[in-house]
Each structure stands twice: as structure tokens, then as C-alpha cells.
């Protein structure tokens, strides 16, 4: 079984400042991991995904996210906050079984304060 | 390239109706799958389709139906509408079945129950 935890569901930054979005997931398998974003009345957009490699995962806009299996996380970050940041972000697990399908946690909601 | 397109965008049904939404995929994807989402809940996984088969399917009554076409589209359809079932239902495509590809979503059918 799969599942995603994503930590806070309001995350307020200041324009400029840092940006941690928390994701934890739990997975029986390998994890293919994904964060999506989506702005007001539209559909999910892909940042970033890890499936194997390097663990350290850039993605759009600026954000990237570092998978560590130890801990079984993979937060977003990105290092200077935009406006045009302000939206819902999305963790997402999958597998490469094609019996695994893509779970998404409840979502953050990223507030950018000028 | 076109992306993902869903019909209606948005649409007003009463209890006890039934409604069916439209997803037209990416050119050359051959996995749907579909996605409610509400504000209490989240995205939840309804079910998808990989070559006109349903590949996975989510935890909901079998009010919630869906079929696939040979040229990809997809469309789900929703009987006996409840109160309940008010929410965007978004589509999103894939080259790959299962959750080991990215997703493309469409931009979603907000169905109002009324």
C-alpha cells in the first residue's frame, strides 16, 4: 500500500524567503515520486519527479526536492519565494508496478507575503 | 501539441440525474485516469484506462462508471447524482499506465449537485 502525508496545509512565506514544503510517503515498493502544482481553477501541473538516480531532483520554476529514503521524505524547496509561487502543491507517490497508481496528499497551500 | 481537454468545463445537475464527462487525452497517450476532487477530501483516485481497459480502480460506489474509447477518449459518467458528488473531476493522461509516468491533467469539469 502507498500513501502520502503532506505536513501543513497553509504554508506562508515572505517574497524572497525560503520556500519547504514537507512531504513524508510510505510505499511496499521503490517510490516514483512527484510534486504537482496547481493554480486557481486549472489542473495539476508537474514541478519535479524522482524515479531513480540522483536524489537531489530539479524541476520547473526554480523548485527542486531531494528524495532520502531513510527518512522517507521528499520536501520541496526553493530558495527565494515569488508571488507568482502563491498556489497548491501537491505530493504525489506512484511505482513502477503497473498495479501502483498515482496517490496524492491533501495538499499545501502556499501563500507569498510581499 | 494539444493537451489535455475535458467537456463541460463546468455543468449543474440535480440530485437523482446522471452526467457524463468527456476527457480527450494527449496525441499517442494510452492511459486516462480520472481524479475527484473536493475540499475535504482532496484528489482522490477514481479509476484508469489503458487501451480500453480499466487498469485500477479507486474506492467509490459503482454509481461512478467510466469507459474508454480505441482512440484513447475517455468518459466517465456519474448515476443517481447526490449532494455529495459537487466537485472537480479532473482527467489526466500518460504515455505509461500505472502511477510510473507523469500525469498531464486536463484543466477539469466542476459538476454542481444541486
Known amino acids: 500500500a502507498q500513501s502520502v502525508t503532506q505536513l501543513g496545509s497553509h504554508v506562508s512565506v515572505s517574497e524572497g524567503a525560503l520556500v519547504l514544503l514537507r512531504c513524508n510517503y510510505s510505499s511496499s515498493v521503490p517510490p516514483y515520486l512527484f510534486w504537482y502544482v496547481q493554480y486557481p481553477n486549472q489542473g495539476l501541473q508537474l514541478l519535479l519527479k524522482y524515479t531513480t538516480g540522483a536524489t537531489l531532483v530539479k524541476g520547473i520554476n526554480g523548485f527542486e526536492a531531494e528524495f532520502k529514503k531513510s527518512e522517507t521524505s521528499f520536501h520541496l524547496t526553493k530558495p527565494s519565494a515569488h508571488m507568482s509561487d502563491a498556489a497548491e502543491y501537491f505530493c504525489a507517490v506512484g511505482g513502477m508496478d503497473s498495479s501502483y497508481k498515482l496517490i496524492f496528499g491533501s495538499g499545501t497551500r502556499l501563500l507569498v507575503r510581499p | 501539441k494539444a493537451g489535455v481537454t475535458q467537456t463541460p468545463r463546468y455543468l449543474i445537475k440535480t440530485r437523482g440525474q446522471q452526467v457524463t464527462l468527456s476527457c480527450s487525452p494527449i496525441?499517442?497517450?494510452?492511459?486516462v485516469s480520472w481524479y475527484q476532487q473536493t475540499p475535504g477530501q482532496g484528489l482522490q483516485f477514481l479509476f484508469e484506462y489503458f487501451s480500453e481497459t480499466q487498469r485500477n480502480k479507486g474506492n467509490f460506489p459503482g454509481r461512478f462508471s467510466g469507459r474508454q474509447f480505441s482512440n484513447s477518449r475517455s468518459e466517465m459518467n456519474v448515476s443517481t447524482l447526490e449532494l455529495g458528488d459537487s466537485a472537480l473531476y479532473l482527467c489526466a493522461s500518460s504515455l505509461s499506465q500505472g502511477g510510473a509516468g507523469e500525469l498531464f491533467f486536463g484543466e477539469g469539469s466542476r459538476l454542481t449537485v444541486l
Open positions: 496525441s499517442g497517450h494510452r492511459s
